[in-house]
């Protein structure tokens, strides 16, 4: 298996910027791809970002593209997320997940084999 801890979290004002990481141990040699999610309260979890292990391929939500940069650190086994122009509803807990898939499928939370335990997102405005 595959362990996750996540980091970075906090409180900002709009507008303003904070990075995420997630540091994996375990079996990393096993991850395919490694992506972000997010859950408002009330609210279902939501992808945000993914990034394939090897290729280093990302795909964004529409509602980050262009404002959030995922990236990896094989060597360091972390994913970062970097959040720029941040919004109040980017308000949420995130989440870092590993798919340990050979094959990689959709974006959906049942699509990812591990979980960290989450990181506080608060943006003020």
């Known amino acids: 298996q595959v362990q996750l801890v996540e980091s970075g979290g906090g409180l900002v004002q709009a507008g303003g910027s904070l990075r995420l990481s997630c540091a994996a141990s375990?079996?990393?040699?096993?991850?395919?791809?490694m992506a972000w999610f997010r859950q408002a309260p009330g609210k279902e979890r939501e992808f945000v970002s993914q990034i394939t292990w090897r290729g280093g391929n990302t795909y964004y939500a529409d509602s980050v593209k262009g404002r959030f940069t995922i990236s990896r650190d094989n060597a360091k086994n972390t994913v970062y997320l970097q959040m720029n122009s941040l919004k109040s509803e980017d308000t949420a807990v995130y989440y870092c997940?590993?798919?340990?898939?050979?094959?990689?499928?959709?974006?959906?939370?049942?699509?990812?084999?591990?979980w960290g335990q989450g990181t506080q997102v608060t943006v003020s405005s």
């Open positions: 997940a590993a798919d340990l898939s050979p094959y990689i499928l959709g974006q959906k939370p049942s699509d990812f084999d591990s």
């Open positions: 375990g079996r990393t040699f096993s991850i395919a791809r």
